[in-house]
């Protein structure tokens, strides 16, 4: 899992250049926003279970659809499989926010995610729904938790509905 600092050096490297003024800055920026990142991190992972609980019940309060006969989260087993992967989704996020970087989000959770969901027929739609209720969720826990400016926490959170969302060739 690379960060913003292995990843600015990586760029860097490859280009056979010193760090300039931008470099400089991005890197100021990354450690000066640390503190709020880590707090931010914090607090999503201390309300967790309560995040993905709240967001499921969000979810299913909104589509209730998914959790009548022949729904995508009709069953115990089901709907347990969808809580479970919406907590997978907040905790790929924090790693993500703490490194300022989603490389984790790809390496780890996206590439080839759409297709298998595609496959066994789990709606992209919903699911991308529920992960931006999470965003609003965890960014809540990082108010509360202190954080002056949260708008970095919706990031991670943006990242996977823009690259889970279908897209228009």
């Known amino acids: 899992m690379r960060d913003a600092v292995t990843t600015l050096i990586n760029s860097y490297d490859l280009?056979?250049?010193y760090f300039d003024r931008n470099a400089l800055d991005s890197l100021k920026s990354y450690f000066d926003s640390g503190t709020s990142r880590v707090?931010?991190?914090?607090?999503?992972n201390a309300n967790a279970a309560a995040i993905v609980k709240q967001a499921g019940s969000k979810l299913f309060e909104e589509l209730p659809e998914l959790i009548r006969p022949g729904g995508n989260a009709y069953t115990t087993r089901r709907y347990a499989a969808c809580l479970r992967d919406m907590d997978y989704y907040l905790r790929y996020a924090t790693y993500a926010l703490i490194a300022a970087n989603m490389n984790v989000l790809d390496e780890r959770v996206l590439q080839g995610l759409r297709e298998?969901?595609?496959s066994l027929d789990v709606p992209i739609g919903s699911t991308v729904r529920?992960?931006?209720i999470m965003k609003d969720l965890a960014r809540e826990q990082a108010i509360a938790a202190g954080v002056a400016n949260a708008a970095f926490v919706d990031e991670p959170?943006?990242?996977i509905t823009r690259e889970l969302s279908e897209q228009n060739i």
Request: net charge neutral; aromatic share 16%.
């Open 116 to 118: 298998t969901y595609n």
């Open 130 to 132: 529920g992960i931006q």
């Open 39 to 44: 707090q931010a991190a914090t607090a999503i």
């Open 157 to 159: 959170f943006d990242y």
């Open 15 to 17: 280009a056979g250049k």
